[in-house]
């Protein structure tokens, strides 16, 4: 869940958006992708772009990498995933499944895999009992919901609802949090 700031468009505001440009290299993230090889991060030295989960229940992603900048949005749900795109110092620019991006400092994020179902779906989706459709249907599933990762094998992904009262595998190009063909052990 994310809350809209209102925020006034200013220097700081325009400021954030070059700097972003430029602390990607001006190449759109997708373009930078898993599958045609990532760059290494100026702070941490793990590639990008890559997916992290947020650690916080309340999250304000920024215009620009420092307090300093304009609010653009409130999170209000830890463990919501986040594509890291660009660092700077202690602040990591991000990407929502919603497209939206900015900054938020590297405090507020975790290394813990999650994902959400696709949100670009119409339909639910099936959890299975193994990693194939023909398994055992376990439940159903809507867009959005937030899944903790277990683990990817490239096509299927071992995954389990927040509170852990329903796990199964569901197929990979369903997901939002991990790259398709991603392993994760």
Request: charged share 20%; proline share 6%.
């Amino acid at each position: 869940m994310r809350i809209r700031k209102t925020a006034c468009l200013s220097l700081s505001f325009l400021a954030g958006v070059l700097a972003g440009v430029w602390m990607t290299g001006g190449v759109p993230a997708a373009a930078a992708g898993p599958m045609s090889g990532y760059t290494l991060g100026r702070s941490t030295g793990y590639p990008i772009p890559r997916f992290v989960s947020l650690k916080s229940k309340r999250a304000r992603m920024r215009v620009g990498p420092s307090t300093n900048y304009s609010i653009l949005w409130i999170y209000q749900r830890a463990g919501t995933p986040l594509e890291i795109v660009g660092e700077w110092g202690n602040w990591r620019r991000v990407r929502d499944g919603a497209g939206t991006s900015g900054w938020m400092h590297a405090a507020l994020l975790s290394g813990r895999r999650t994902a959400v179902v696709a949100p670009w779906l119409k339909t639910n989706v099936p959890l299975v009992r193994g990693p194939a459709r023909a398994s055992g249907e376990v439940a159903r599933m809507q867009p959005g919901v937030l899944l903790d990762i277990r683990g990817c094998d490239g096509s299927w992904c071992r995954v389990a609802t927040r509170r852990q009262a329903i796990s199964g595998y569901v197929a990979q190009d369903k997901l939002w949090g991990v790259y398709p063909g991603e392993t994760i052990e």
